[in-house]
């Protein structure tokens, strides 16, 4: 009773609420991503900084706070099972204030998106509809294990790195750097379903199709690490093939270091997998650095 009456009193959303239901901590995996793109790109940042801390921004607590506050207001019913103490079904975010922020930011978005020129724009539009057809009815691809993960994925590594390398370039990005960052964005599918883990009863009860509920923990886990190993070990043999030797060892240094940690996950899917988020993702994303710098002088292939 005390609780609702909360919620029926609050006019005014709690600024600690807001920061929260924007989601600081999932800011870095783009913000990386552009930031490898920036890398890989090859050109010189001198005179561009502006583009790169702009970007950096846009990318993280801008575009990716936007997603997590539009994906907050579409899963409040889901948050109220899963988490109830979450900003929106707490009632600490009351009303419609939580579509409003998103939406807002959503417009936000698109404002600083068009500072970064035509790709950084057109990277922008892609990265608000993918945020919007991610949680929103009646598209709602998060209901699928493997749409939902997958756009995610392409929108945390692979948009981010895309726009990084062509705003630095100002132009479409090489070759070898759409070939990684295609790849690095695939890998990042498992990722997000081990991040489905801690969801697992509220999506089973509202009809959210994660491959954690569609497999169960155990399958689910091993799908999701062989989705981040595959595309690893195809960039290791592009490296190769790239005559990039000592990055290629790098890279499977690590892979193989994830694969330790993946074994360790297999023991305990659903109560590990957080752990694992916290280790094994460090690792990942230290290749995704090192491959940026092996193809920074690639840019005529």
Same mark, same amino acid.
């Given at each position: 009773?005390?609780?609702?009456?909360?919620?029926?009193?609050?006019?005014?959303?709690?600024?600690?609420?807001?920061?929260?239901?924007?989601?600081?901590?999932?800011?870095?995996?783009?913000?990386?991503?552009?930031?490898?793109?920036?890398?890989?790109?090859?050109?010189?940042?001198?005179?561009?900084?502006?583009?790169?801390?702009?970007?950096?921004?846009?990318?993280?607590?801008?575009?990716?706070?936007?997603?997590?506050?539009?994906? +907050?207001?579409?899963?409040? =019913?889901?948050?109220?099972?899963?988490?109830? +103490?979450?900003?929106?079904?707490?009632?600490?975010?009351?009303?419609?204030?939580?579509?409003?922020?998103?939406?807002?930011?959503?417009?936000?978005?698109?404002?600083?998106?068009?500072?970064?020129?035509?790709?950084?724009?057109?990277?922008?539009?892609?990265?608000?509809?993918?945020?919007?057809?991610?949680?929103?009815?009646?598209?709602?691809?998060?209901?699928?294990?493997?749409?939902?993960?997958?756009?995610?994925?392409?929108?945390?590594?692979?948009?981010?790195?895309?726009?990084?390398?062509?705003?630095?370039?100002?132009?479409?990005?090489?070759?070898?750097?759409?070939?990684?960052?295609?790849?690095?964005?695939?890998?990042? =599918?498992?990722?997000?379903?081990?991040?489905?883990?801690?969801?697992?009863?509220?999506?089973?009860?509202?009809?959210?199709?994660?491959?954690?509920?569609?497999?169960?923990?155990?399958?689910?886990?091993?799908?999701?690490?062989?989705?981040?190993?595959?595309?690893?070990?195809?960039?290791?043999?592009?490296?190769?093939?790239? +005559?990039?030797?000592? =990055?290629?060892?790098?890279?499977?240094?690590?892979?193989?270091?994830?694969?330790?940690?993946?074994?360790?996950?297999?023991? +305990?899917?659903?109560?590990?997998?957080?752990?694992?988020?916290?280790?094994?993702?460090?690792?990942?994303?230290?290749?995704?650095?090192?491959?940026?710098?092996?193809?920074?002088?690639?840019?005529?292939?």
């Amino acid at each position: 009773m005390l609780g609702t009456s909360v919620i029926e009193q609050r006019r005014w959303p709690e600024p600690a609420a807001m920061l929260r239901l924007i989601k600081p901590i999932t800011w870095f995996p783009p913000m990386w991503a552009y930031l490898c793109g920036v890398v890989s790109a090859g050109v010189s940042p001198v005179g561009q900084w502006p583009y790169v801390v702009l970007g950096v921004l846009l990318a993280g607590p801008i575009v990716c706070g936007m997603s997590q506050a539009a994906n +907050d207001w579409c899963d409040r =019913h889901v948050d109220a099972i899963n988490e109830p +103490d979450r900003p929106i079904p707490s009632g600490r975010i009351p009303g419609r204030w939580g579509l409003w922020i998103a939406l807002a930011m959503s417009v936000l978005s698109l404002v600083v998106g068009w500072q970064l020129g035509p790709w950084g724009f057109g990277a922008t539009i892609v990265g608000v509809l993918a945020a919007w057809a991610y949680s929103a009815e009646p598209v709602r691809l998060k209901r699928s294990g493997w749409w939902g993960p997958g756009l995610v994925g392409l929108c945390y590594e692979g948009l981010p790195w895309f726009t990084g390398a062509a705003v630095l370039s100002a132009g479409a990005p090489a070759l070898p750097v759409i070939l990684v960052a295609l790849l690095y964005a695939i890998g990042a =599918h498992g990722i997000m379903t081990l991040n489905d883990f801690k969801a697992l009863e509220g999506d089973r009860q509202t009809g959210v199709n994660s491959l954690p509920v569609t497999l169960g923990p155990e399958r689910a886990a091993k799908v999701a690490c062989w989705i981040m190993a595959v595309p690893q070990g195809v960039v290791v043999a592009l490296l190769l093939f790239w +005559d990039r030797p000592l =990055h290629a060892i790098a890279v499977a240094a690590l892979l193989g270091a994830q694969i330790l940690a993946m074994r360790t996950l297999l023991s +305990d899917p659903k109560g590990r997998a957080p752990w694992y988020n916290g280790t094994g993702v460090l690792l990942y994303i230290s290749g995704m650095m090192i491959t940026a710098f092996a193809i920074r002088t690639m840019g005529g292939l």
